[in-house]
């Protein structure tokens, strides 16, 4: 029978070798892409970061978080590169120095979701803020992203513009991502705001319908900003670099207009027509 | 005198325990402590043993005084054999061995050793019982058996015959005697079993009240009381 | 959606899915060295905290106890100030990494196990420790021995600690961030496919995780009746025996 002290030899062995070999150092050259929740969701990362990946052989690690965590990242220099969709929170950003390079990448839209009844009436508010208004008025339930979101930052700034803080037993801020607020949403029948591609994606598994679309303060621009390598040590500014020349490159742009869900195009490219 | 004890006392928190006056045991002969439950036997045993530091009074062993420092002196002469010993999971070789593989003996000298201690106590070939597969009994010679292979100059027992049938009772009282007269190690035993007492005993003490005390008659066995009685120093009583 | 979530699980399993492979063995791979060294190190700790004064003993015991009430998320955070590339060790470029994810879990398994197997020992105690005395054991000795006497409830204790750290997420999520085919594991792909509204997916992942769990607890059921862990020594004994093998074939013996 072994003795038990080459027993735990063997596993102590094992062990040490297998952190070994998922040590960083032996993973190979990363570049670390920080994005939002529902970039992400929409699957069109895949469709961009694939053939960059095999263009280039560097590897994309995508960690997915809302748009203020994601900025974070940035800041702390844990990522190499930020997407999201908040374009005073991204100058801010740049402003203070933690990131540069900036590039406007695509935009969609914003579109409030509500119960197929609009109990608020909002289908023919004049623009996107009356229709805030009407709900606010109404008292009809909200569910809020809470989350400083880009989702988030837009709703917020609506309703700084329709002048009320919003609060009540009507307002729930809940602090989670957009797939599960529209599903909260429709279980409450309620209103939320959301960005189309999250809707296009959960269209089938919600009974919601878009009840107020095509106001410009709608308008949602995403914009890929470089960490600034000169706050922190070890960013790999190199391949942000290359990833964000790619990322607005005419063949990449052709992807991102290309892409499609339910047969909806999601994103709109903003250097390519 | 192998042990001499002079004003000992012992207590486990508030509650003292042992309170002796004086007491001395010599060297290569068998005593049986004897009394009541709580009079303290085990815990005599146990400061014989050095499991156990007396808080007041002197302990001499081999003559050296001992104290806080040196209790090594006592611990490397003596083994303490529990009422119910614990043995290692393992086989029975693992268990006599353990001593020996705690002082880094060389196997040959552990597989001998073993081996004969085996014989002696009367469990030849049981190396490779499990010890969970042992009767009281057996596990009872092993665990006497593990502390032989330590050649101890003082083995203490507690209560070594409780529990066990008459043909292992006999087997033990065997083995005893046969250690006393070949090794000339000088046993101490606490136990209840009356009959095994009066055949074993070199010498008798009564416990009670965590004192050795004169026995009452009608509880010790008279031969061995009147023997050690007669005229002699009872052992315990008086310098 | 439970039948259409269990049917799910089985056509993942045995389409042998790219992806749900990856996830699991991404955390098989970090669960079973978070264990290992975490059991390692809860072992010696409790037989040592074991062999303290009795009231150093309760003290300890009592503060490991406490440890287990640390949600995962904080600990998540706590190390992340850490291994950030703003903290002390960013230099390692730990964070994001499967061996975050596994320092992380070490913390989180450590006071589990430890207060398991403390709480398991007092039994045996006292007759072991005389017995061990008596018979002349040094400190190392006496730890050895404690080992080896509850060998049954160390594993209990490292299986415990299994079960709480594959099915934590704050601490994957955080430290890891979920990235995939890297650090996404069962509990955070779980997350995210709930947070997608993909509920029958994140079910199936669900029942994946249990058969895992059971998969090893009934595994560790068998060992433990055989008392010896007879698989283990077939194995080490054939690397043994190839060994010996090549020795003699390159004359090392000669």
């Known amino acids: ?273 | 005198m192998i042990y001499t004890i002079k004003k000992a006392s012992f207590s486990y928190g508030n509650h003292k325990v042992i309170e002796i006056d004086s007491l001395s045991i010599n060297e290569g002969k068998i005593y049986v402590l004897f009394g009541p439950n709580g009079s303290g036997k085990t815990t005599l045993l146990k400061i014989l043993n050095g499991l156990l530091k007396i808080k007041k009074g002197i302990i001499n062993f081999e003559g050296i005084s001992i104290d806080a420092d040196n209790f090594k002196q006592i611990r490397n002469n003596t083994v303490y054999v529990h009422q119910n010993p614990f043995l290692l999971t393992g086989t029975v070789y693992d268990n006599v061995a353990y001593g020996l593989k705690l002082r880094k003996k060389d196997k040959n000298t552990i597989n001998k050793t073993v081996k004969e201690i085996l014989e002696f106590i009367g469990l030849s070939g049981f190396e490779n019982r499990k010890s969970k597969n042992l009767s009281d009994g057996e596990a009872k010679r092993v665990a006497i058996a593990r502390a032989l292979t330590l050649s101890p100059k003082v083995l203490l027992l507690d209560e070594p015959t409780a529990n066990i049938d008459r043909e292992s009772v006999d087997k033990i009282y065997g083995i005893l005697k046969k250690i006393n007269e070949i090794n000339k190690t000088t046993i101490i035993i606490s136990s209840h079993d009356t009959m095994f007492n009066k055949k074993i005993a070199d010498e008798i003490l009564y416990m009670e009240n965590g004192s050795i005390l004169y026995p009452k008659p009608f509880l010790c066995t008279q031969e061995k009381v009147s023997q050690n009685y007669e005229g002699n120093s009872y052992l315990g009583i008086i310098q | 959606m439970f039948i259409e979530s269990i049917k799910k699980a089985f056509e993942l399993l045995f389409t042998f899915d790219n992806e749900v492979y990856s996830i699991v063995l991404t955390t098989l791979n970090i669960t079973a060295i978070s264990v290992v060294i975490a059991g390692c190190f809860s072992i010696l700790l409790a037989a040592f905290i074991d062999l303290m004064n009795p009231r150093f003993k309760k003290i300890l015991t009592a503060f490991f106890n406490s440890l287990l009430a640390i949600p995962t998320v904080i600990i998540g955070l706590f190390v992340y100030m850490f291994i950030s590339n703003s903290g002390p060790l960013g230099d390692f470029k730990l964070l994001f990494t499967p061996a975050a994810i596994v320092i992380g879990q070490i913390i989180l398994a450590i006071p589990i196990i430890t207060s398991f197997i403390l709480a398991g020992l007092s039994k045996t105690d006292l007759l072991l420790h005389e017995t061990l005395t008596t018979l002349g054991a040094k400190k190392i000795d006496r730890i050895k021995a404690i080992v080896m006497e509850n060998r049954i409830l160390i594993l209990s204790a490292v299986l415990a600690g299994f079960g709480r750290i594959v099915s934590e997420l704050g601490i994957s999520m955080m430290l890891g961030g979920n990235i995939r085919w890297y650090t996404r594991t069962i509990t955070t792909a779980i997350a995210l496919e709930t947070g997608k509204g993909e509920f029958a997916l994140a079910l199936a992942l669900g029942f994946i995780l249990i058969f895992l769990a059971m998969f090893i607890n009934f595994s560790a059921y068998i060992v433990l009746k055989n008392d010896n862990l007879l698989i283990f020594d077939i194995i080490l004994n054939k690397v043994r025996g190839k060994l010996n093998r090549d020795l003699r074939e390159h004359d090392i013996y000669n």
């Open chain 1, 1 to 273: 029978m072994v003795r038990w002290p080459q027993k735990i030899r063997f596993l102590l062995v094992f062990c040490i070798l297998s952190i070994f070999l998922s040590l960083p150092a032996l993973a190979g050259e990363r570049l670390r892409l920080a994005t939002t929740t529902s970039t992400a969701d929409s699957g069109i990362l895949n469709e961009i970061i694939i053939p960059f990946e095999k263009k280039t052989g560097i590897t994309v690690d995508v960690i997915a978080v809302g748009t203020g965590k994601a900025l974070k990242l940035g800041e702390l220099g844990d990522v190499d590169l930020v997407l999201v969709h908040s374009r005073e929170a991204e100058n801010e950003f740049v402003a203070n120095g933690y990131g540069i390079n900036r590039k406007d990448v695509m935009h969609n839209d914003f579109i409030i979701l509500g119960p197929k009844n609009d109990p608020a009436e909002i289908k023919k508010s004049k623009n996107a803020i009356k229709a805030f208004k009407k709900i606010a008025n109404n008292k009809i339930t909200f569910i809020s992203r809470g989350d400083e979101s880009g989702t988030h930052i837009k709703e917020k700034q609506l309703w700084k513009k329709v002048g009320i803080i919003p609060a009540g037993s009507w307002y729930r801020e809940v602090g989670q991502g957009m797939g599960s607020v529209i599903l909260m949403t429709n279980d409450l029948n309620a209103y939320t705001l959301a960005d189309r591609g999250t809707h296009i994606a959960m269209k089938n598994k919600v009974n919601l319908v878009i009840c107020y679309e095509g106001d410009k303060s709608l308008y949602n621009p995403y914009g890929i900003i470089a960490v600034n390598p000169e706050k922190h040590k070890n960013i790999n500014y190199r391949d942000a670099k290359s990833f964000i020349n790619w990322i607005i490159s005419p063949e990449c742009q052709k992807i991102i207009k290309n892409f499609k869900k339910s047969g909806e195009q999601l994103f709109y490219p903003d250097t390519v027509k």
